[in-house]
């Protein structure tokens, strides 16, 4: 017997990819049997965050592409994923435990989500690092 097959999307920059990337990654993974990951366009970060990633788009998507748990890529540039949601119709929408707090385009998704029919699950951040606790210390260690 063969097991329904349970589409995962879950969006994101995966700027200066770390082990929590992985790990959320890889919890989304469980959640069905094909992870599909969207990882938000050069335009797009530059638009939300207010400066240019520092990884670019094309190295991003390869690092990511090179995940095992992880089974197709797609790129986006709003952080409102109705569209995305629309053409990929994933079963769940995996998400951080912060997504849509603070920016109107994510809870838009989140909206969008319920309105489709889409579980929403919260992955929690792996305590301790972040992309902006990275960069952080590496301005702290050129300052010394």
């Not at 119709?89 to 989140?110: H, N, W």
Request: aromatic share 6%.
């Amino acid at each position: 017997m063969s097991r329904k097959r349970i589409r995962v999307y879950i969006p994101g920059v995966f700027e200066l990819f770390h082990v929590g990337h992985l790990q959320a990654l890889e919890k989304a993974k469980r959640l069905g049997t094909h992870l599909i990951v969207g990882i938000q366009g050069d335009q797009g970060v530059r638009r939300q965050k207010g400066h240019d990633p520092t990884v670019r788009l094309n190295d991003r998507k390869k690092i990511v592409s090179s995940i095992e748990c992880v089974d197709q890529v797609i790129t986006y540039s709003s952080p409102d994923q109705t569209k995305v949601l629309n053409f990929l119709k994933p079963d769940i929408l995996a998400v951080s435990e912060f997504y849509g707090l603070d920016d109107l385009g994510q809870m838009e998704t989140l909206v969008s989500a319920d309105r489709l029919g889409i579980k929403v699950t919260r992955i929690p951040y792996l305590k301790g690092i972040s992309t902006t606790l990275i960069k952080r210390k590496i301005r702290e260690l050129n300052r010394k």
